[in-house]
Antibody, heavy 118, light 110 residues
Framework: EVQLVESGGGLVQPGGSLRLSCAASGFTFSSYWMHWVRQAPGKGLVWVSRINTDGSSTNYADSVKGRFTVSRDNAKNTLYLQMNSLRDADTAVYYC???????????WGQGTVVTVSS | QSVLTQPPSASGTPGQRVTISCSGSSSNIGCNTVTWYQQIPGTAPKLLMYNNNQRPSGVPDRFSGSKSGTSASLAISGLQSEDEADYYCAAWDDNLNGFVFGTGTEVTVL
């Protein structure tokens, strides 16, 4: 089955760190750009980051630049998001998504919840 | 941050046509393709339209997309109860060097 499954979310204190994982299956993971998108409670979708097929190129939203790092392990079919210096405003459901050739996110995971609170 | 503007809500009765607008700028919609996503509350978003007006396999032809200048729109013809959801437009922004989403539109079937 073609799917993405996120994990690693949880409760963390402000200033803390968390690493999210996204396990891909059912498709050739190494052929696709991958993205992270988040959604704060009751709010809209916000793009967070993307990484190219071999991990050599990354982009970030200004709100997370310098604090978050996206990476991938194509041998393990897994996407990661290392989140440091977490803030209350980072509280959200984090989705990983597959990018297609039309700058569209054509496959989404179910999301993992990150709560930043003291 | 949302730099694409959508109306917060839209509604219609079953069978009606509903249109959702998405207003951007020359750095996003004006020079890049638009995608649309449907999100039923509590679930992950789903790709509804890509490359301005292309439907992925499985998306009913009741959904159509268009783009003109720095704006785009999504139309739902023959509105059905299962179309109740939040809808988001998105595009790459050349100035921000990242993707931007719309503010989202909640569609209600009366």
């Amino acid at each position: 089955e073609v799917q993405l499954v996120e994990s690693g979310g949880g409760l963390v204190q402000p200033g803390g760190s968390l690493r999210l994982s996204c396990a891909a299956s059912g498709f050739t993971f190494s052929s696709y750009w991958m993205h992270w998108v988040r959604q704060a409670p009751g709010k809209g979708l916000v793009w967070v980051s993307r990484i190219n097929t071999d991990g050599s190129s990354t982009n970030y939203a200004d709100s997370v630049k310098g604090r978050f790092t996206v990476s991938r392990d194509n041998a393990k079919n897994t996407l990661y998001l290392q989140m440091n210096s977490l803030r209350d405003a980072d509280t959200a459901v984090y989705y990983c998504a597959r990018g297609n050739g039309y700058n569209a996110f054509d496959l989404w995971g179910q999301g993992t919840v990150v709560t930043v609170s003291s | 941050q949302s730099v694409l503007t959508q109306p917060p809500s839209a509604s219609g009765t079953p069978g009606q046509r509903v249109t959702i607008s998405c207003s951007g700028s020359s750095s996003n919609i004006g020079c890049n393709t638009v995608t649309w996503y449907q999100q039923i509350p509590g679930t992950a978003p789903k790709l509804l339209m890509y490359n301005n007006n292309q439907r992925p396999s499985g998306v009913p032809d009741r959904f159509s997309g268009s783009k003109s200048g720095t704006s785009a729109s999504l139309a739902i013809s023959g509105l059905q109860s299962e179309d109740e959801a939040d809808y988001y437009c998105a595009a790459w922004d050349d100035n921000l060097n990242g993707f931007v989403f719309g503010t989202g539109t909640e569609v209600t079937v009366l």
